[in-house]
């Protein structure tokens, strides 16, 4: 069967809600900033609420919403309620696979701090020591691109290089780097031109489902209610139980 999965920051707009639902028709979709969501739109939702972190009151966080496959909350213990959520999803009888959606939020001035501790959160999860199969998809908005230390002349530092290389370090694999070798524009940034990259998308190395199409969409739709471009990914998974 195929599966639609979606990654998209709404930039807490809740016209994006509607926009999600009839436009994208996601399977599946991970959600970064997601504001209150409409009641009734999604028959499966498991959405937090950032709250206060730091100096602010944030009234968005994350969200893992979908129609038809039943979503099963993974406890985690973290201090970035609303930024890290891990979700199981049974896509078929007794055959799932473990949703990881990640905001990287921003602490005195770097989001790979908070990145950083939530990987290091997940590493039971990711390194399989639990009794959850160990087929991943983690994705969101990681407000990080591998360029940034050079971009914002960070001169002798590799803190992104490091971030994205710990996550490849888990045997994932980067699904936009497959279909965009060269990167490709997911964020705009009202104050420069350069085509930041904040939004991935990894799966599992083995297991998970083959990966038979990706893309980053934009129009003016989109334009108008987030400024970050959906990542749009569709895997095939087989039936029987692996």
Not at 151 to 156: T, Y
Not at 158 to 171: A, G
């Amino acid at each position: 069967m195929k599966i639609k999965i979606i990654s998209w920051n709404m930039r807490h707009t809740l016209n994006a809600w509607e926009y999600l639902k009839k436009e994208l028709k996601p399977d599946i979709a991970l959600l970064q900033e997601a504001p209150k969501y409409p009641d009734g739109l999604f028959n499966n939702i498991i959405h937090d609420v950032i709250g206060q972190f730091g100096k602010k009151n944030y009234k968005w966080g994350n969200a893992i919403v979908s129609d038809s496959i039943p979503l099963t909350p993974i406890k985690i213990a973290t201090k970035y309620k609303g930024c890290l959520q891990v979700a199981k999803a049974e896509y078929s009888t007794d055959n799932y696979f473990s949703l990881i959606n990640l905001y990287g939020i921003i602490e005195d001035g770097y989001s790979s701090i908070g990145l950083h501790n939530m990987l290091s959160d997940l590493t039971w999860l990711l390194d399989g020591q639990t009794d959850i199969d160990k087929k991943f998809l983690l994705a969101g908005d990681f407000n990080n691109h591998r360029v940034m230390d050079v971009k914002l002349g960070r001169k002798g530092t590799r803190n992104s290089e490091i971030l994205f290389d710990r996550i490849l370090n888990f045997n994932l694999v980067d699904c936009i780097a497959l279909h965009y070798p060269e990167g490709i524009q997911t964020y705009r940034h009202n104050r420069g031109k350069f085509p930041w990259q904040l939004d991935h998308l990894y799966c599992s190395n083995k297991g998970f489902g083959e990966l038979s199409s990706l893309e980053v969409i934009e129009n003016a739709e989109i334009l108008k209610l987030s400024d970050h471009n959906p990542v749009i990914a569709t895997f095939e998974f087989n039936d029987e139980k692996d």
